[in-house]
């Protein structure tokens, strides 16, 4: 697995992905910091976050688009289903080297509660309780990224697709208020945006929620293996 990570994680950047997609977050995050917490005087940088959690739904697709769609396309995920190492750590691999490419970001982001402490009244617990819950959120949407690219060798549909579920998932909410009482509490388990809200607007460190990303980011982990164990064992 190590391997495997070394290598995804240098072809980001060998690329412009890892930079376009680090670039893109860091500019972002610097817009709304200034807007929300310098120029407005807003003393929570999780204000920012929720802002910047948009911007995710946008990125995640351009980080994830090659993941394994790329690897079909020019048939060399030959050498990584008959690689003496299991597919799980392959998956994993991958997964932790686009993890790190979204920690960079994560923690440059991480500076801007200690400038509003260095400026004034701040609120460092709740805010960095949000950065920790924006991170594991943006590794969900890794992991749903890694799986449509999985069913697929065109990067464009992988990103598409990506980005369709990431919008379904945004507007989860707002769709289960159409659905029955009964069917709309249980898929409301699912309510992505809640969670992280609990953490960006309440400060409530929402320990369930956090379950809740990282049960759901290593239940895509897995059904993206599923598809590369059918194409290994035909």
């Keep these: 697995m190590t391997a ?28 709304y910091f200034m807007d929300y917490n310098i ?8 204000i920012s976050l929720v802002s910047l959690m948009n911007i995710l739904m946008f990125t995640i697709p351009i980080l994830t688009m090659k993941s394994m769609a790329e690897e079909r396309r020019s048939k060399t995920d030959q050498l990584l289903l008959t690689a003496p190492v299991s597919l799980i750590s392959v998956v994993m691999g991958k997964f932790f080297a686009m993890a790190t490419v979204l920690a960079i970001p ?13 400026n004034g009244q701040a609120y460092l617990l709740s805010d960095y309780a949000a950065l920790l819950a924006f991170f594991l959120m943006g590794c969900v949407f890794i992991a749903i990224g890694m799986f449509i690219s999985s069913l697929t ?18 507007l989860w909410e707002d769709l289960m208020s159409f659905l029955p009482s009964v069917l709309s509490d249980v898929l409301s388990v699912f309510a992505f945006r809640t969670v992280f809200y609990n953490f ?3 400060s409530v460190f929402d ?13 895509f982990l897995f059904l993206t293996v599923q598809p590369l164990q059918k194409r290994r064992w035909n």
Excluded: W
Excluded at 20 to 25: K, Q
Excluded at 39 to 45: A, L, N, R
Excluded at 106 to 118: Q, W
């Design 4 to 31: 495997i990570y070394k290598r995804e994680l240098s072809s980001y950047f060998n690329s412009m992905i890892g930079y376009v997609f680090i670039a893109a977050l860091v500019f972002f995050t610097g817009i």
């Design 39 to 46: 120029y407005s005087g807003y003393p929570h940088f999780s």
């Design 106 to 118: 994560v923690v440059l982001a991480g500076f801007c509660p200690l400038i509003i402490a260095a």
């Design 153 to 170: 060798e065109s990067q464009i549909i992988a990103a598409v697709g990506t980005f369709a579920v990431l919008l379904l998932l945004f």
């Design 200 to 202: 960006a607007d309440y």
């Design 207 to 219: 320990l369930s929620g956090l379950v809740l990303y990282l049960s759901m980011a290593f239940r």
